[in-house]
């Protein structure tokens, strides 16, 4: 769990930079699915409202919804993923990130966690 | 993304509980059990199975023990097999049927020499345990082995590691079974499984399962395989799962299980039918049934899962996925299904709907991995 990112109660991650939102999801969520054979992500110039499902990501036994963590546009994904959706496994929160997003209002990231209040998350459910 | 907790009826728990635990194993409830789903991965533990050995409790399985001169015949009261006709030492796969000809659970019989030895599905063993005393109790002595493990030990290493533990058991060939004694425990065996793998089945006392499954993981090929894989290895074989594939609502015929009614128990056989729904069996056989289950191959990676509604070209409705996943094996997504008779054939060209979608399925032969019994 790197300590500049935040999260959504649904175990998304998100790394900010300017208006520029990286989404991806966590470890733990990743540990949960277990292996990823499948990424449906979304295409490019698709604009979504915070909690909005955006992506699904399929491990061997079920598929699971991604939400959006912010309001944005979507203006890239990663297309690694198509041929190498373990990645989510492998490296959850740096080369298995799912898509990038140019957020409609920076003010929502203040709505996730840090990763200090998303490990107490996680425990409590765990 | 978080897994249903589960409800809060008291779970029941295998005599190797412990041994999941201390293994890692994630465990979940199923059939009224605590379970391990997975302990190094699903993918892992599917690939192993198919290369080596795997190990799996499904102690959680109704073991069940027919007693009596009279329990052949009695159990064909319920079942289309042939049983009474069944050698010694000889093991058959069975349907009980209702009477509309569907399908109560699936279950394997064995003729153990002096008794018969059933199994049946964990998730159906209570209403099957009391369907056989219902029809069968005066008939022969119906007892469940409550006090029984069953291990299975499936995958291309199976033989050799149990020939190790077992020599009695190296010459057995598949759906046979024996008598044989492992780590001083009183152990009755089958070469039989639901990987499409070689492998056995080891009915063992409660109280020695734990030593015996220590001493198989001990082995260099053996590692321990949740219910994910044991799922993943069944579908890749084109082995039905009971509640999905099949079910009250499906019938042999249009499950394709006809092999499974013994040619004595077909309409011209010796002792022809007389098991419930028997009728509209032998109707459907010989008239067709509107509907066949299939194997489908979806294109691309996208997991085409139960429930998911299979259309021809046109956008109709013709039937629907009642098992699918990704196979490990195939590295591709596959699935089994319902559809039209008429559209049933190897090769027809369907789409399955996924998320609002068509997604092009090719209907396909089932296995789709090898089956790799051991015939000797």
């Not at chain 1, 190498?84 to 966690?113: C, H, I, Q, T, Y």
Request: glycine share 12%.
């Amino acid at each position: 769990m790197s300590s500049d990112l935040r999260y959504s109660e649904e175990h998304e991650w998100v790394s900010v930079d300017g208006d520029i939102a990286t989404v991806g999801i966590s470890d733990f969520a990743q540990q949960q699915l277990g292996d990823v054979v499948f990424i449906e992500l979304p295409d490019i110039g698709r604009t979504v409202e915070r909690g909005g499902e955006i992506a699904v990501v399929e491990s061997v036994k079920a598929a699971s919804e991604i939400y959006a963590p912010l309001s944005g546009e979507i203006v890239e994904v990663n297309d690694a993923l198509a041929d190498e959706p373990a990645k989510v496994n492998e490296s959850p929160e740096v080369d298995g990130w799912l898509f990038k997003m140019r957020l409609n209002d920076a003010a929502e990231v203040g709505k996730l966690m840090d990763a200090a209040a998303y490990k107490t998350f996680t425990d409590d459910q765990g | 993304m978080a897994e249903d907790a589960g409800s809060r009826e008291v779970l029941a728990r295998t005599p190797l509980f412990d041994l999941h635990v201390e293994l890692g194993a994630r465990m979940v409830p199923f059939a009224g059990y605590v379970m391990p789903v997975q302990y190094q991965g699903i993918l892992d533990e599917h690939r192993h199975t198919r290369s080596a050995a795997g190990l799996f409790d499904v102690s959680h399985m109704g073991q069940v023990r027919l007693d009596g001169p009279g329990a052949a015949a009695a159990i064909e009261i319920l079942v289309p097999a042939d049983i009474a006709g069944l050698g010694a030492g000889r093991q058959r796969y069975a349907l009980f049927t209702n009477a509309e000809g569907g399908i109560l659970d699936d279950l394997m019989v064995t003729n153990a020499g002096d008794h018969l030895f059933v199994v049946v599905n964990a998730g159906c063993k209570v209403q099957d345990i009391a369907h056989m005393r219902a029809h069968l109790g005066g008939l022969c002595d119906i007892a469940e082995l409550a006090d029984r493990a069953l291990l299975a030990l499936q995958g291309p290493a199976a033989g050799p590691v149990m020939a190790r533990l077992a020599p009695a058991t190296a010459d057995m060939v598949f759906m046979t079974a024996r008598q044989v004694e492992i780590l001083g425990a009183d152990c009755f065996v089958t070469r039989s499984g639901y990987t499409g793998e070689d492998g056995f089945e080891i009915s063992v006392p409660g109280t020695k399962a734990e030593e015996l499954a220590r001493r198989l993981l001990a082995e260099d090929e053996v590692a321990p395989i949740g219910l994910g894989a044991r799922d993943s290895l069944r579908l890749e074989a084109g082995l039905c799962l009971y509640g999905h594939d099949i079910d009250t609502g499906t019938t042999p015929v249009e499950a394709r299980l006809v092999w499974a009614i013994g040619k004595a128990r077909r309409g011209d056989g010796e002792r022809a039918l007389g098991y419930p729904g028997a009728e509209i069996v032998e109707q459907q056989i010989a008239a067709g049934p509107a509907r066949r289950r299939v194997g489908l191959l979806p294109e691309g990676r996208a997991p085409v899962r139960e429930g998911a509604e299979l259309q021809d070209g046109e956008g109709r409705a013709v039937g629907h996925v009642t098992s699918g996943g990704f196979g490990p094996t195939m590295e591709a997504p596959v699935a089994m299904g319902y559809v039209e008779a008429g559209l049933a054939a190897i090769g027809t060209k369907l789409n399955a709907v996924v998320r609002g979608k068509p997604l092009p399925v090719t209907v396909a032969k089932m296995p789709f991995v090898k089956q790799r019994y051991y015939r000797g």
